[in-house]
C-alpha cells in the first residue's frame, strides 16, 4: 500500500516523493479517504504519527483555481510552534501548485501577516487569540471558510482557548467541512466535538499510549542531585539530539546555563522569549548547532525533529497525558527512541498512572555514584540499577492512596 491509492495530483505526488513519505501511516490510510469525500472526522491518535499529513495532503488535493479573497481553509493550533510547523509542510507538501499559505500567531509584528492576507491566500494557520484580533479588526473573514481544522484539541483546552475557539466557531459558516484532532478524548472535549462536527466518522490510531519505538527508565533522585544525574546521562549519550523538559521557565533558563558551563551545546525554550529567540533555538536545534534543547511544556508538541534520540523528563510533568506528549517527540517515524525520568518521592502517584497507561511497569534505575539509599540496586545495561517494585492501592472511606512495596 502507498499514497498512488489516494490519486493525488501530481504536484503533491512529487513532493510526497521528496518529502521520503514511502508508505501511509495508520492515521493517514483511514483519514485521507474521509477527508477527500467531505465528511467531517473526529481524529485520535499519539504524536508523531504522521497526523498533519494525514489532513494537509487531502486539503490540498482539493483546492485549485484561482486565488480567493478569503481563506477557504482555517487549521487552529494552540501554539506558535505548531503553527509555523504545519504551516511548512503545507509549503513543502503542495510542491510545485505553491499554494497560498500564512501562519497567524502573537508576538511578532503584524505588518507582515497583513500583507499576505491582502495579497490573498487560500490557507490560513493561526493561533486563536492573533486570528480573533484579525477577525474583529476586519483584516481577515472566515465566513467562506470550506474546511475548518481544530488541531491538538486537548491542548486547546488545557491552555484555556475554550471561549476563543466558541468565538471563532461563531464566525465560521454552518456548512463547512470539520476536522477534528486530538491526542486524548476526555469529556470536555467529546463534548466540544460533538456540538461541532455533523456526523463525524472516527478514525484512530493505536491506542493513546506512548509509541512502541520509545523505551522507558525511571530514575529515583532528589533534588539535590538532579544536576549531577543529568549530566552524566549526557555524557553517556553523546550521538543525536536530546530534548530535556522543565516544570518552569526559570528552571529552563538556570539549567540551559549550568549545561553550558559544562561544555554543552545546548539552547532553551520557554514562553517569555521573543517569537524570534524561540525560532533561532528551535532552528538551531534542527539543524544542529545546538545538541540540547532545554524546553518547558510550550514545546511537548511544538517540534517535530527526527533527529531527537532522546527525552529527558527533568522534572516530572503534570500528567500521565503530558507525559504521553513529552515523549512523543522521540522515537518518530517508527525510529528508536529513549525516555529518561527523573522522579522525587511526591511522584510515585503519578508515576503509576503513566505505568497504567503504558499496560507495563518501568524500570527504576541508579547510575553508580548517584544512588539514592532506599533504592535497592541490580544489574542494568548503561550501568544503570533497577530495583524491582510492586504496587499496592488501598482504598479507605473515599480515601486512595497509593503504597509501593519491595519485592522479597
Known amino acids: ?92 507538501l503542495s510542491g510545485t501548485d505553491r499554494v497560498r499559505s500564512v501562519s497567524i500567531y502573537g508576538g511578532v509584528k503584524i505588518h507582515s501577516q497583513l500583507t499576505a492576507l491582502r495579497k490573498g491566500v487560500e490557507i490560513v494557520v493561526a493561533c486563536p487569540g492573533r486570528l480573533l484580533d484579525h477577525v474583529q479588526s476586519g483584516s481577515m473573514d472566515i465566513s467562506s471558510v470550506e474546511t475548518f481544522v481544530l488541531d491538538e484539541a486537548d491542548r486547546m483546552c488545557d491552555m484555556g482557548f475554550l471561549p476563543d475557539i466558541r468565538r471563532i466557531l461563531a464566525c465560521l459558516p454552518e456548512k463547512r467541512q470539520t476536522l477534528f484532532f486530538s491526542a486524548t478524548m476526555p469529556g470536555d472535549i ?50 543525536g539530539r536530546v530534548l530535556v523538559f522543565t516544570r518552569t521557565k526559570h528552571r529552563t533558563s538556570r539549567l540551559a546555563a549550568s549545561l553550558k558551563k559544562e561544555g554543552f551545546r545546548v539552547s532553551s525554550l520557554q514562553g517569555d522569549m521573543s517569537q524570534n529567540h524561540r525560532q533561532a533555538s528551535i532552528e538551531g536545534f534542527r539543524t544542529g ?29 503534570d500528567t500521565a497525558d503530558a507525559y504521553t506528549h513529552r515523549i512523543g517527540r ?15 518521592g511526591k511522584d510515585e502517584l503519578l508515576v503509576f498512572q503513566i505505568e497504567k497507561s503504558l499496560g507495563k511497569r518501568i524500570e527504576r534505575c541508579q547510575l553508580p555514584g548517584l544512588e539514592v539509599p532506599h533504592f535497592r540496586p541490580a544489574a542494568l545495561p548503561l550501568n544503570a540499577q533497577p530495583m524491582r517494585r510492586r504496587f499496592r492501592l488501598s482504598v479507605a472511606g473515599k480515601k486512595r492512596r497509593i503504597r509501593a512495596q519491595r519485592c522479597p
Not at 524546553?295 to 517535530?304: E, N
Not at 522521540?330 to 522525587?344: L, S
Open 190 to 239: 467529546r463534548r466540544l466535538a460533538s456540538g461541532i462536527l455533523n456526523d463525524p466518522v472516527d478514525v484512530q490510531s493505536g491506542n493513546m499510549a506512548p509509541v512502541e519505538t520509545v523505551s522507558h527508565a525511571l530514575y529515583p533522585t532528589s533534588e539535590g542531585l538532579k544536576i549531577k544525574l543529568l549530566v552524566t546521562l549526557l555524557e553517556k549519550h553523546t550521538e
Open 289 to 317: 548547532e545546538y545538541d540540547i534543547l532545554v524546553a518547558t511544556d510550550i514545546a511537548a508538541r511544538g517540534i517535530d525533529i527526527l533527529e531527537i534520540t532522546h527525552v529527558i523528563n527533568y522534572d516530572m510533568p
Open 1 to 92: 500500500m502507498n499514497f498512488d491509492q489516494f490519486g493525488f495530483k501530481n504536484p503533491i505526488r512529487a513532493a510526497i516523493e521528496d518529502a521520503g513519505y514511502a508508505i501511509p501511516t495508520p492515521i493517514q490510510r483511514q483519514a485521507i479517504p474521509v477527508i477527500l469525500q467531505g465528511r467531517d472526522i473526529v481524529g485520535l491518535a499519539p504524536t508523531g504519527t504522521g497526523k498533519t499529513a494525514a489532513f494537509v495532503l487531502p486539503i490540498l488535493q482539493r483546492l485549485g483555481g484561482a486565488v480567493p479573497k478569503k481563506p477557504r481553509v482555517l487549521i487552529l493550533e494552540p501554539t506558535r510552534e505548531l503553527a509555523e510547523q504545519v504551516h511548512r509542510a503545507i509549503v513543502s
Open 330 to 344: 522521540t522515537g518518530r517515524a517508527k525510529r528508536a527512541g529513549e525516555a529518561h525520568t527523573f522522579i522525587v
